[in-house]
């Protein structure tokens, strides 16, 4: 979906509530097993600060994903991410809990997912997402598609752009620069 950067930046303003797929966007989309069969993900450090910086700007965080597994908790924990629901290929009822929870509309929602289980969220919210190595169907309905690539600082791309078009960069990034 061809937006023009004005239209791109109109959806972005009016963000309050920005939500991550795991598998393919904060993560290359690999799962490594140790000899125990312990599951290993791989996450970005600078898509971890780019989620802090959006919490800085007021702007809520959370991950709806698919698959289950404590290393997603112990990221958002780590990132101080306020919702997390995992498991299940049905995000469409976490998502329409968490608007009812934050009080806000489908409108003023970023969702940045990659496959196919992340359509029907991304099909309605107001600034839809996604990175170069999505599936097709999912870039058909996506209004953005990053430059980096999953779990190589797409999200930390995604979230500066909204916090530009919600005109929090400068003042978030202020305390680095002084």
């Not at 990221?75 to 329409?96: M, S």
């Not at 598609?145 to 752009?161: D, K, M, S």
Request: aromatic share 6%.
């Amino acid at each position: 979906m061809a937006l023009s950067r004005e239209e791109l930046l109109a959806r972005a303003a009016k963000v309050r509530l920005f939500i991550f797929d795991v598998d393919g966007v904060l993560t290359d989309g690999s799962l490594t097993y140790g000899a125990d069969g312990e599951m290993v993900k791989t996450f970005n450090v600078h898509d971890g600060l780019g989620i802090k910086l959006l919490q800085e700007a007021g702007i809520k965080t959370a991950i709806i994903s698919a698959r289950r597994t404590p290393i997603v908790l112990a990221r958002a924990k780590d990132l101080g991410i306020e919702f997390v629901h995992q498991g299940g290929h049905d995000k469409l009822t976490p998502f329409k809990a968490m608007l009812e929870q934050v009080g806000i509309t489908e409108e003023q929602v970023a969702f940045i997912g990659d496959d196919v289980v992340d359509l029907p969220i991304l099909s309605r919210a107001g600034f839809a997402v996604s990175v170069p190595n999505g599936r097709p169907e999912v870039h058909a309905r996506a209004h953005y598609i990053t430059e980096a690539a999953g779990g190589r600082g797409a999200v930390r791309e995604a979230c500066e752009f909204v916090l530009r078009a919600t005109g929090n960069y400068e003042r978030v990034m202020a305390q680095f620069l002084a």
